[in-house]
C-alpha cells in the first residue's frame, strides 16, 4: 500500500470516528435500536486514536528526500475532491431548500422539518463537511484499488 492509501483509510477512520462520537453526543442514542452504545463508543474510541498514532508514525519515518506524489497520486486526489465537491454542494442545496421549506410552511410545524431551528442547521452543516471529507477519501481508496 501506498502512503496516500494508508492515509486515506486513516483519514476515512478518524472521520468516521468523529462523526459517530458527534451524533451520539448531540442526537444520543436511538431509542428504537438496543443500547449498543457502550461497545461503539470503545470501537470508535480505538479507530481514533490507531488512526492519529499511524498519522503520526508516517509524518516521522518519512523522508524529505523522497517523492510523496506522482502525477498518478494528483489525478487521483482531483478525481476525490470533484466527489467530494459534489457532495458537498449538493448537501448545501437540500439545506438550503429546506430552510426555504420551512420558512413557506411557518415555525409552527417542526415534526416534519428537520432544519427548522437554527441549531439543527449548525449540525448538519458540521456532518456534510465530514461526510464530505468522507466521500472523497473513499473515492480516492476505490481509484487506487482500481488501478491495481
Not at 10 to 23: H, N, Q, R
Not at 115 to 131: D, E, K, R, W
Amino acid at each position: 500500500m501506498s502512503k496516500q492509501e494508508i492515509l486515506s483509510w486513516t483519514s476515512i477512520g478518524f472521520s468516521l470516528s468523529v462523526v459517530f462520537f458527534y451524533v451520539l453526543f448531540v442526537f444520543g442514542w436511538p431509542d428504537a435500536i438496543p443500547d449498543y452504545s457502550d461497545r461503539f463508543v470503545k470501537i470508535f474510541f480505538n479507530v481514533f486514536w490507531i488512526a492519529i498514532i499511524v498519522e503520526f508514525i508516517i509524518e516521522l519515518t518519512e523522508s524529505k528526500n523522497q517523492i510523496n506524489k506522482d502525477e498518478r497520486d494528483e489525478k487521483i486526489e482531483a478525481i476525490g475532491h470533484k466527489r467530494a465537491y459534489s457532495f458537498l454542494i449538493f448537501a448545501i442545496v437540500v439545506i438550503l431548500f429546506q430552510v426555504l421549506l420551512s420558512n413557506f410552511i411557518g415555525v409552527g410545524d417542526n415534526r416534519y422539518l428537520l432544519l427548522g431551528q437554527p441549531n439543527m442547521i449548525f449540525h448538519a452543516l458540521f456532518l456534510v463537511l465530514f461526510s464530505a471529507s468522507i466521500v472523497k477519501r473513499a473515492s480516492m481508496l476505490y481509484y487506487y484499488r482500481k488501478s491495481y
